[in-house]
């Protein structure tokens, strides 16, 4: 095994069965003297309309957090998608109340249209690492990232061997020492608790926006699939067309390759 990918070694260099996010990753570089980690996650990346949010947070290393005693609290922290409405919105306002620090980047419709998906989702993750710090007046030392690498992060660049830090099959935790201040964790989300909780801080933030433009635009169900290709969602673009929050070269292959009837454009 290269130099790079070494397994860094602690109490915790045996892998560990995933149950619960938890601190396994953050501790492991906490040890490594990494004083401020960073979670990081994005929701919208498959919508039809809306834009991409991403969330970032920072928990202090004191905090004895764990799944088990967030739940004596009524607290779930999780992969945002495995939550329900009010159980995002309860662990939200816990997080945003205990964290260390947290920011919100958005990837607008306008800039997914012009630039494509990716480099919107890339945008929004800086953006909400600048948010974090520029709020907070901490720096970050690293960065845990929900399956993707961030390009173009200064003081926090990607590692130069590009080995995922989790194995997907076994679903067991794996840490890698890397030359970079960057770690991509495939379903991190369900395996970091800085990471989750950034899951969760960018879905209710996305989830309010689009019910918020579903007053506007209420053919397109959008309070209820917050900007997702259902079959209602589907059914209304064919009716009314593309509004101006539709990812529209996105929406249009999507048609495309359905078999669906072509769609105009709605202002």
């Not at 998608?81 to 964290?99: G, P, T, V």
Request: glycine residues 8%; charged residues 25%.
């Amino acid at each position: 095994m290269g130099r790079a990918t070494q397994k860094i070694r602690t109490k915790y260099s045996k892998p560990k069965a995933i149950k619960f996010p938890d601190f396994y990753f953050e501790r492991n570089l906490w040890n490594k003297g990494y004083k401020v980690i960073a979670g990081c996650d994005e929701v919208g990346r498959g919508c039809f309309a809306g834009p991409v949010i991403a969330g970032a947070c920072v928990f202090s290393r004191g905090k004895k957090l764990t799944y088990k005693s967030l739940s004596l609290q009524g607290i779930k922290i999780n992969d945002s998608k495995k939550l329900s409405c009010a159980q995002r919105e309860k662990a939200d306002k816990w997080i945003k109340s205990n964290c260390m620090a947290w920011g919100i980047g958005v990837g607008s419709v306008a800039e997914i249209n012009r630039t494509g998906i990716v480099k919107a989702t890339n945008s929004a993750f800086r953006r909400s690492i600048k948010a974090l710090m520029n709020t907070s007046d901490i720096r970050v030392d690293y960065l845990l990232v929900d399956a993707f690498y961030i390009p173009y992060i200064r003081n926090l660049s990607m590692p130069r061997n590009m080995h995922r830090s989790v194995n997907k099959k076994v679903k067991e935790k794996r840490l890698y020492k890397f030359s970079g201040r960057q770690m991509a964790i495939i379903s991190g989300d369900e395996k970091s608790l800085s990471i989750a909780a950034a899951s969760i801080i960018a879905k209710v933030y996305r989830d309010k926006l689009m019910a918020r433009l579903a007053d506007f635009f209420p053919d397109y169900g959008w309070q209820n699939n917050k900007g997702y290709g259902t079959e209602i969602h589907r059914d209304a673009i064919i009716r009314n067309g593309l509004t101006r929050h539709h990812r529209k070269q996105f929406v249009q292959t999507f048609i495309k390759n359905s078999a669906f009837f072509p769609v105009r454009s709605k202002t």
